[in-house]
């Protein structure tokens, strides 16, 4: 049982370049999410999605696309990545239980240069 | 607007020197209260779930208080691998699940 799984753990990108990050969990949850960490500013919510095929925006969710084809994935999309986007990046995954517990995911640490 | 502040920003103790860290919440309705720890270059790691105001729960050398304004996270003794940030995030009602994280308190225990 891994848990929720983050690939690549770490990636450089010049502005401009596009990249996918994926997340996937093996505890059969149907909600998933996206956050990013910087310093000072906590985690803030991406993106999530509440079931296979369903997705919808967060706090922070500009320059961003995911898709969820499958209940374990989750994919987090840079278009054309900016240096905003330093960041490192968080998936989570919960049950449907009332206010069930979020599990994390080990991260991947993002610069763009 | 729902907004989850912690404090301290930092705070740096002796083994065995016992302090609390605060999390301050305004939610328009709690759903559930979420404490995680965080070591560095790792994702947060889940420590407890409060409910309602009056709950506590422990483990090991930690534990969480819940009233309708705030939540201490009490730590008794503490041991240098206790170090780490300290996350707070409530879960509001209406929400998708989504939580509201605090900035977080990074503690140093220094033996």
């Known amino acids: 049982n891994a848990g929720v799984t983050q690939t690549p753990k770490f990636r450089v990108l010049k502005t401009g370049q596009s990249m996918t990050l994926l997340c996937a969990q093996d505890m059969n949850h149907e909600y998933m999410y996206w956050y990013r960490q910087d310093p000072g500013m906590g985690l803030r919510l991406i993106h999530y999605?509440?079931?296979?095929?369903?997705?919808a925006k967060g706090e922070v969710p500009d320059g961003y696309n995911v898709s969820r084809l499958k209940k374990q994935n989750f994919l987090l999309g840079l278009e054309s990545a900016a240096p905003s986007q330093t960041s490192v990046y968080f998936c989570?995954?919960?049950?449907?239980?009332?206010?069930?517990?979020?599990?994390f995911g080990p991260g991947t640490r993002l610069t763009v240069l | 607007e729902d907004q989850v502040t912690q404090s301290p920003e930092a705070l740096r103790l002796q083994e065995g020197e016992s302090s609390s860290l605060n999390c301050s919440y305004t939610v328009s309705g709690l759903r559930g209260l979420f404490w995680y720890r965080q070591d560095p270059g790792k994702g947060p790691e889940f420590l407890f779930t409060l409910y309602s105001a009056g709950e506590e729960k422990e483990k090991e050398r930690l534990k969480a208080t819940l009233t309708k304004k705030e939540s201490f996270l009490h730590i008794t003794a503490p041991k240098p691998e206790d170090s780490a940030t300290y996350l707070c995030?409530?879960?509001?009602?209406?929400?998708?699940?989504?939580?509201?994280f605090g900035k977080g308190t990074k503690l140093s225990v220094k033996p």
């Open positions: 989570a995954s919960k049950g449907l239980v009332y206010a069930d517990t979020q599990y």
């Open positions: 999605s509440v079931g296979e095929g369903t997705t």
């Open positions: 995030a409530v879960q509001a009602d209406g929400s998708q699940g989504n939580l509201i």
